[in-house]
């Protein structure tokens, strides 16, 4: 069975920077295209950014390119999203996804397994 579990979540104020990170349990990892969503109350959940498996090649919604960085390490079974200069609009529940394939998407129906997620508040 595949877990995902997410920590890093917190409250900050506008500027500041976070880490979110999503441990991968009961799978092959190295196998996995990561990702992160995120989902504010009442709104879908987003695609931010996603990395490809292998040499994990970065892919970014328009929003946080350049703010946000998705890594991984996979001796550790583990993605991070760094976040810096971070707004109020980032305000939301994150969570991690993993998709059994090489190919990223935008979308979250492409993935297979998720995590819980792990609430990030920006304050102004």
């Known amino acids: 069975q595949v877990q995902l579990v997410e920590s890093g979540g917190g409250l900050v104020q506008a500027g500041d920077s976070l880490r979110v990170s999503c441990t991968v349990s009961?799978?092959?990892?190295?196998?996995?295209?990561m990702a992160w969503f995120r989902q504010a109350p009442g709104k879908e959940r987003d695609f931010v950014a996603a990395i490809k498996r292998g040499v994990g090649f970065p892919y970014y919604q328009n929003s946080v390119k350049g703010r946000f960085t998705i890594s991984r390490d996979n001796a550790k079974n583990t993605v991070y999203l760094q976040m810096n200069s971070l707004k109020p609009e980032d305000t939301a529940v994150y969570y991690c996804?993993?998709?059994?394939?090489?190919?990223?998407?935008?979308?979250?129906?492409?993935?297979?397994?998720w995590g819980q997620g792990t609430q990030v508040t920006v304050s102004s």
């Open positions: 009961g799978g092959t990892f190295s196998t996995y295209t």
């Open positions: 996804a993993a998709r059994d394939s090489n190919y990223y998407s935008a979308g979250p129906n492409d993935y297979d397994y």
